[in-house]
């Protein structure tokens, strides 16, 4: 009889970065299971075009399932799964004010429930999004992972702190390699509508007014999506995961592609791309905001993990391509 393969579990499918990490795999003929609850933070109409193109692969099945709700898991309790990559969240640092509950339900309840399901279904590998918001405004760059993460300036960054925590104990206590990846401002195709780089294509395009915080002087380390995507085959496809693991049971690590750029010239840029000049209001810092990002990659290049970059220039050009045809 045919043995049926093994499969990975990617939650948050239907979201950016899940979307690209689970197609990229499936191109590499891996079996994904991808679940989401499709969520309205932001329009279901481009989640839905993501899933649209990953349904078109055999190797995939989608279920919609909400990590909060323990009994949606029956949905996939069938299925023997080898890896859980967990992209699932409430995702952005502003909505955090307006909604807090929303990251308790889907980052600390949600990311709960998905390792009880691991220990549960005794599956030993995990790989789950981190972000550099939990380094809160640390003064001192770049940031290593060396650095504490005990000031959170938001309920993301906490939520997330909870996550690196939690699977800390899971990995010691239940023999689950867990690897965090700080993610440092991921951009590109089919990209977050509540991100600024979208949010300003959008406005340059349409003629309405950006709106520019902290008066354009934020500093960010930007990180395309390929290399994002890059990693996640060198640590699946490579089998560098279980190189990592060799010695240890957890690891964190920082996740940036050494884009780091200024909010101002980051507009510049788009604005060339968009043939068009923006209309700026200028405002101060806001509540939570961080002025600076910067990643020590020390750690990612030691494991052979950074081989790809994408200049912010080139990265600019393809997303406002990617949007014109997407939105226009
Ligand atoms: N994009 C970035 O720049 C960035 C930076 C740092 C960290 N991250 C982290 O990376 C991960 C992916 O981010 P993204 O940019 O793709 O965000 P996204 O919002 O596009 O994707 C997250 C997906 O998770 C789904 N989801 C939310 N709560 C859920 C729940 N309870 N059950 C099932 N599905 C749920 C949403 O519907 C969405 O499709 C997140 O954990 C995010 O916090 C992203």
């Known amino acids: 009889m045919k043995q049926l393969k093994n499969k990975i579990l990617i939650t948050g499918v239907a979201g950016f970065i899940g979307f690209h990490v689970a197609e ?25 075009k993501r899933l649209s193109i990953l349904k078109k692969y055999k190797n995939f099945k989608f ?153 354009g002087d934020h500093i960010r380390d930007f990180t395309h999506i390929d290399i994002i995507k890059d990693i996640f085959v060198k640590l699946i496809i490579n089998k560098k995961f279980e190189k990592i693991f060799k010695n240890r049971s957890f690891e964190i690590l920082n996740v940036a592609g050494g884009g780091k750029i200024k909010l101002l010239k980051l507009i510049q840029l788009i604005e060339k791309y968009c043939g068009k000049k923006a209309k700026k209001n200028f405002v101060g810092l806001q509540m939570g905001d961080i002025k600076q990002t910067e990643a020590d990659l020390s750690s990612l290049k030691k494991y052979k993990l950074l081989n790809k970059t994408v200049k912010i220039n080139d990265g600019i050009k393809r997303f406002v391509k990617w949007y014109k045809n997407y939105a226009l």
């Open 24 to 48: 990229e795999l499936l191109k590499n003929n891996e079996h994904c299971i991808g679940i989401d609850n499709i969520n309205n933070y932001y329009d279901k109409k481009l989640k839905l």
């Open 63 to 215: 279920f919609k399932v909400d990590l909060s709700n323990q009994s949606n898991f029956k949905k996939i309790s069938k299925y023997k799964i080898k890896l859980v990559i967990n992209l699932a969240a409430q995702a952005g640092v502003r909505y955090a004010f307006e909604n807090p509950e929303s990251y308790i339900k889907s980052n600390i309840v949600g990311f709960s429930n998905l390792l009880s399901f691991l220990k549960k279904k005794k599956i030993n590998k995990l790989i789950f999004a981190s972000t550099s918001s939990v380094y809160g405004d640390i003064k001192t760059f770049p940031w290593s992972e060396k650095n504490k993460t005990n000031s959170p300036l938001t309920i993301y960054s906490s939520s997330k702190i909870f996550n690196e925590n939690l699977a800390y104990s899971y990995s010691k206590y239940f023999k689950i390699s867990a690897l965090g990846l700080r993610f440092f401002t991921v951009y590109g195709e089919f990209g977050r509508p509540d991100m600024s780089i979208f949010k300003f294509t959008k406005n340059i395009l349409s003629g309405k007014p950006i709106t520019i915080f902290n008066r």
